[in-house]
């Protein structure tokens, strides 16, 4: 059975940083894509950032130049570091994961869902 467990969020305020992590069992992890979404109250969940088995990435514009993901093959773990948040980035976050042939960047793309992690970045 496949698990992805976040954690790291928490309150800062506008300007700091906070580093999200989600931890995998039950996959392949090193051939699966890994995934980080976001949803804020009222708005659908949308794409933030994705680490390829090739380990490429790909970020949405909104955090590009502020949010760098990683990943470790080796602890089954991948992390978002957030920088220069902003109050805008206030969502709920959840880690993804998905087949390697599929990219990652939507919603419907995912096979599977971590239960998500507060971020609340106040002005």
């Known amino acids: 059975q496949v698990h992805l467990v976040e954690s790291g969020g928490g309150l800062v305020q506008a300007g700091g940083s906070l580093r999200l992590s989600c931890a995998a069992s039950g996959l392949p992890f090193s051939n699966y894509n890994m995934n980080w979404f976001r949803q804020a109250p009222g708005k659908e969940r949308e794409f933030v950032a994705a680490t390829r088995w090739n380990t490429m990435t790909e970020y949405a514009d909104s955090v590009k130049g502020r949010f760098t993901i990683s990943r470790d093959n080796e602890k089954n773990t991948v992390y978002l570091q957030m920088d220069s948040l902003k109050p805008e980035d206030t969502a709920v976050y959840y880690c993804?994961?998905?087949?390697?042939?599929?990219?990652?960047?939507?919603?419907?793309?995912?096979?599977?869902w971590g239960q998500g992690t507060q971020v609340t970045v106040s002005a």
């Open positions: 993804g994961g998905c087949a390697r042939w599929k990219s990652g960047i939507y919603v419907n793309d995912v096979d599977y």
